[in-house]
């Protein structure tokens, strides 16, 4: 396992330190489902020679809802050499990056934003981009991330209504359609999957009502932690901008900022009145950046995490053209979360969302049984090699916790991993059982 390395090793440390060096091997069998070569455009990217392997060290097994597992591909890109952002090479591998990020949201020409920074710089790209100071926004509230957007719009002058579904549920539709009659929002924001209580809301037929009731309204979703494991049809369900991160089902290393916004959303950006909000954040420094990277030239305004682009294109080359299709992937993440969730309902946990409906398939929050808390289950799982997360939303922090299903670890079955954890929390729950008696 690996540990926090102090400043000064003592001799074990640096054998570990060394080993991990040494997991550079020979293939001795083959670990990826994945084609090994790319349909790329780029002539840039290293393939991974068939002779020569990066294997990660070995870990415990992390199943949080992001960071998650990511491929031994994916790690390997972002130990790319250093190269130029100003490079065609360079150029050409951001381009596919902006087009495949298009590819797993169905868009045909939505308008993707790649900059460093995490999920929550989404918030802050709305806030101050698509929203004028004084102008409303209503947040569909289906857990913590839900608040912390309200606050950010609100940092950013927005005036905020909130619809706030109980603990477990979503927001009734009937709700959004009264509030969309009562007052002109700017933007409607809905937490596609709330990380704090794995409540999925039902995206399709909420853009579905705002297109009725308010057309002008653009619907945002924070989509952190649902795309690549859930499925969004951003074109054919009106769904004007997607914003999530690298490190939850797009299976990549943290520190991108991936959103992306419909061109009716773009338009509305530009033909605001007022100027936009923020220098960092604002699209348009950002906007001409991405237009040249994927016309395959080069223009600079703040210099891209280079080697974070590499993993995130390994990553997207494994979603959108590896041997499991995107279709393919959405429903393994359907079977696997339905098996987790069973398994874990069978022995005593019961899941957070209160509908089969309402249940996220790229991670589950489960309340204890009666009578156990965190202190009983969370460190015997890792114990066991397996990290979950404790709870997050403020009402029934200390009666839950959580659990990330997402990409490889559902996509590749021969890694094991979901078996592993199954097989953990029964473990668990045995011995937390067995203490008490
Ligand atoms: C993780 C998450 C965020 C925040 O993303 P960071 O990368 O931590 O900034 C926002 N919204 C949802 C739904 C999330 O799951």
Redesign the pocket.
Known sequence: MRKVLSPVMNPNQIAMRLSAFRNFQLPSKSTSVFKRTTTSRSSSVRKMSTDQKFVQSPHKLLVI??PIEVTDEVLYANAHPSMSHMSLDFASVFGDCVRMTRDILYSKDAQPFLIA???????DQVSANLVEPGENALVLHCGY?AD??ADCLQTYGAQVDQIKAEVGGMVKAADIESALKSKRYKVITV??????TAVLSNLKEIAAVVKKVSPDTLVIA?????VASEEIQMDAWGVDVV?T????GLGTP?GL?IVVASQKAIKVFETRSTPVTSYYASWKKWLPIMKAYEANTVAYFATPPVNLIYAYHASLTQITKGNVSLEQRFKLHQEVSRRIKDAAEEIGFRNVPTSVEARANGMSALYFPEGFVASDIVPRLLKKDVVVAGGLHGAIKDKYFRIGHMGISVVDSRRGDIDKLINALKETLAEAKASKA
């Open positions: 809802p992001g920074g995490s999920g929550t710089l989404g918030w991330f912390s957007f937490t596609h999957v709330d990380t704090s924070d989509a952190v932690c649902s914003l991160a690298t490190q939850k943290p900022s």
